[in-house]
């Protein structure tokens, strides 16, 4: 299976301490959304894009900006490094 790319990357917070994650393909958004504890309406939009773009029925595009949505409603989005 293809990775999905997006440009730019969106840069989260993890949960090590200090450590900065650019993430820059649709996989590692879902992957780092299943982590998150708030689950509101723009993380369920980013779920369900993720889904979309993964299955070709949206573009990774709209994906990272749900995503990027996702985490500045979560608390995690950090400025570009």
């Keep these: 299976m293809a990775t999905h790319l997006f440009s730019p990357p969106v840069y989260v917070k993890t949960d090590r301490p200090g450590v900065t994650y650019g993430c820059n393909n649709v996989e590692g958004a879902a992957e780092e959304l299943l ?47």
């Design 35 to 81: 982590k998150w504890t708030k689950m509101g309406p723009k993380w369920r939009k980013a779920v369900q894009l993720c889904i979309e773009a993964v299955e070709d029925r949206a573009t990774p595009e709209e994906a990272r900006k749900a995503f990027e949505a996702a985490a500045r409603e979560e608390g995690v989005l950090r400025s570009s490094v």
